[in-house]
């Protein structure tokens, strides 16, 4: 089933603008269109993407989030 923008952006955990980020980035998925201007996010697709999403101290582009660029010398 489907959900709206607000609905997706509340079901990962993130703002609507952040939502909108990560679809444009592609960290989340493309809606689906029902109708010619009615946008709608699959649960299931979310879930995958979400999924997919680094842990807190995994690896982001390389580089650890645990990493701090002021603790180097």
């Known amino acids: 089933f489907g959900i709206n923008r607000e609905q997706a952006?509340?079901?990962i955990?993130?703002?609507s603008t952040t939502?909108?980020?990560m679809v444009a980035d592609g960290r989340?998925?493309?809606p689906r269109m029902p109708s010619k201007?009615?946008?709608v996010?699959?649960?299931?697709?979310?879930?995958?993407a979400f999924r997919?999403?680094?842990?807190?101290?995994?690896?982001?582009d390389g580089v650890?989030?645990?990493d701090n660029p002021w603790d180097r010398r």
């Open 41 to 48: 996010w699959d649960v299931e697709e979310l879930a995958e």
């Open 37 to 39: 201007e009615r946008y």
């Open 9 to 11: 952006a509340v079901a």
């Open 13 to 15: 955990g993130v703002s």
């Open 28 to 30: 989340m998925p493309q």
């Open 64 to 66: 650890s989030s645990s």
């Open 52 to 60: 997919r999403l680094p842990h807190r101290n995994s690896k982001l």
């Open 19 to 21: 939502f909108d980020q």
